[in-house]
């Protein structure tokens, strides 16, 4: 009865782990295995290339952020959302925007504009949605289990109660 639910779990954690860092202005390419929502990262508390980067956490006017695939040079509409903020140990980040990648290749992600300093971004796969929607699914199987369980020990009950 468990084993339904923790397999429900196994995707998640088998999605391809896409992931780049670069400094901007500047682009960076990804290969992309899988279709999924992708988020872009401002890191504005980090260590890059073995050096502190600490960086205003809100974005300079005038940035401008471009994914677009390699193969035929499209554009992927790009969606601003920067209400995301992670923290881990001393390093933080809060996303700039996502772009949902429909099908897989090789993909260019381009930061433009600023202030000129230097800054550190990431671009990655988002998890949050993969794992949240195995963790509902292993719930909902542990109540169908558990209920269908109960429903068995109940019956076995009323039979062993019918045979004395």
Do not use: C
């Not at 502190?52 to 390699?70: I, K, T």
């Amino acid at each position: 009865g468990l084993a339904i639910p923790a397999g429900l779990l196994v995707p998640a954690f088998g999605a391809p782990n896409e992931n780049v860092v670069f400094e901007t202005p500047g682009e960076a390419t990804l290969e992309i295995e899988a279709p999924g929502r992708f988020y872009l990262w401002h890191k504005y508390r980090t260590i890059h290339q073995g050096r502190q980067v600490v960086r205003d956490e809100h974005l300079p006017d005038g940035m401008s952020f471009r994914v677009s695939r390699l193969d035929d040079g499209s554009s992927i509409p790009f969606q601003a959302r920067s209400n995301i903020h992670t923290e881990i140990g001393d390093a933080e980040s809060r996303s700039i925007g996502y772009v949902d990648i429909e099908r897989p290749g090789t993909f260019m992600i381009e930061v433009t504009g600023g202030d000129e300093q230097t800054r550190i971004m990431s671009f990655s796969r988002s998890r949050m949605m993969l794992f949240a929607r195995a963790i509902g699914f292993s719930l909902l199987s542990l109540v169908v289990l558990g209920s269908l369980g109960v429903v068995l020990i109940v019956f076995g009950i009323g039979q062993r109660a019918g045979e004395a």
